[in-house]
Structure formats: structure tokens, C-alpha cells
């Protein structure tokens, strides 16, 4: 089986009758998100709260119940991938465009489930380019920001046009290599005007399913 579709299924049976949860994005979370459908079928009553337009597409395709995040006080469980997790279960996140809309559903979730393969577990952040969410308003002068203090963006693409996330924004892909402090260049990052959001996703992570082939592992971090 897909190791993905593991990690995935796994993960949905923290899901209980009644919850309000957060649907995450990406390949991992699509599992995740058809077992949720499965399991409403079956008459598991929950309320989705949507952390990208696909997504939404797919909780209505499964006949999953949404909601707007501004319609519910709280959020019990969200769902979701990540790009790389490290060992204290900080993670780079946001490979496919949904960053603002994921951090917004997880600050705001009870409890955060990771849903990876095994090879996302790395010993130190960084190997996978870090996307930084920015303003199309004078992206310019925020990509030679970003340049000058030598964290190498990249203007994400889609062909030959500015790839747009769901909001509108553009995405600055950062090879900075190996991060030696993640919560020092969070804090640079978000002095810089045009900067909306960052991939850095710190101390939000409660559990994450780590699968390879054949099973899962669930790694338990605060």
C-alpha cells in the first residue's frame, strides 16, 4: 500500500463523532480526507473546515460537510501534510501553495496531526526550499529583501506565468540549506514588509504518522 494512503487512513481514526476538523492539503491528506468520506457515509458526523480550494473540492465530491473558519468558535483536529519534520516535530510546510490558509486552520486547532512519509523525517529543516507567501505589491523589492540577507528566493512559477496561491499572493521559494535556528529566521522573516506568511510551522505539531510501506508509526511531540 501507498505509504501515504497509510499515514493518511491512520490519522482519521483520532477523528471522532462530533468534531469540527480541519482538512488539510496535498497528496497525504487527500488519503485522509477520502477516508473522512468514507467514514461519513457510514454516518460519522463532523463539520470540515477547509484549508485550500481543492480541498473544498474534495470534501464536496466525498459529501463532507464545510463550513467557513469564521463560523466555528474552535477547531478540534486538523489533518494535514508536511514537507519535512524534524526531530522536536517543527516542520516546513506549504510545497503546494496552501501555507496561509494551513497555519491560519492549525493556530487555531485544538490538536494538529502530521500526516508524512518517512522519508520527511529529517534531523535538521532546510533540504526542502522554504516558500514565504508575498504580496504581488512591490514583490520585487521583497524578492531582493529576501536575496540581500542571503536566503536565496526564487520566484515559484506555474509554466510561464507567477504561480498565485488561492489569496492572490505569489511564493518566494527559499534555498537557505540546512537551518541552524528555525525560530531566529521566523522572526527575521516576518520584519519584511510584503512578507504575508512563511512555511516555518513551530510548536504546532502534536502527533505526526510516519509511514513506509507497510506500517505507521505515530511520533507524540507536545
Not at 497509510?6 to 471522532?16: H, M
Not at 474552535?74 to 503546494?96: F, M, R, Y
Not at 485544538?110 to 512591490?138: C, D, H, M, T, Y
Amino acid at each position: 500500500m501507498d505509504p501515504k494512503q497509510i499515514a493518511g487512513e491512520r490519522a482519521v481514526e483520532f477523528v471522532e463523532d462530533g468534531m469540527v476538523v480541519g482538512l488539510g492539503s496535498g497528496t497525504t491528506a487527500f488519503y485522509a480526507i477520502k477516508k473522512i468520506g468514507e467514514r461519513v457515509r457510514e454516518g460519522l458526523r463532523i463539520t470540515g473546515i477547509c484549508t485550500s480550494e481543492a480541498t473544498r473540492l474534495l470534501a464536496e465530491r466525498w459529501k463532507i460537510p464545510y463550513v467557513e473558519i469564521d463560523s466555528v468558535e474552535g477547531i478540534d483536529l486538523t489533518i494535514d501534510g508536511a514537507d519535512e519534520v524534524d526531530p522536536l516535530g517543527n516542520g516546513i510546510k506549504g510545497g503546494g501553495g496552501a501555507l496561509l490558509f494551513e497555519k491560519i486552520v492549525a493556530s487555531n486547532s485544538s490538536q494538529n496531526i502530521w500526516v508524512i512519509e518517512q522519508r520527511k523525517l529529517v534531523e535538521q529543516l532546510g533540504a526542502f526550499p522554504l516558500p514565504v507567501e508575498i504580496l504581488p505589491f512591490g514583490y520585487r523589492r521583497c524578492l531582493g529583501t529576501l536575496s540581500e540577507a542571503g536566503l536565496n528566493p526564487r520566484l515559484r512559477m506555474k509554466g510561464k506565468d507567477i504561480y498565485q496561491t488561492d489569496s492572490g499572493h505569489y511564493i518566494a521559494d527559499l534555498y537557505t540549506g540546512p537551518l541552524q535556528d528555525p525560530f531566529k529566521l521566523d522572526c527575521e522573516l516576518k520584519k519584511i514588509p510584503g512578507v504575508v506568511e512563511h512555511g516555518l510551522f513551530l510548536n504546532l505539531a502534536n502527533k505526526v504518522v510516519v509511514a513506509n510501506n507497510e506500517t505507521a508509526e505515530i511520533i507524540t511531540y507536545r
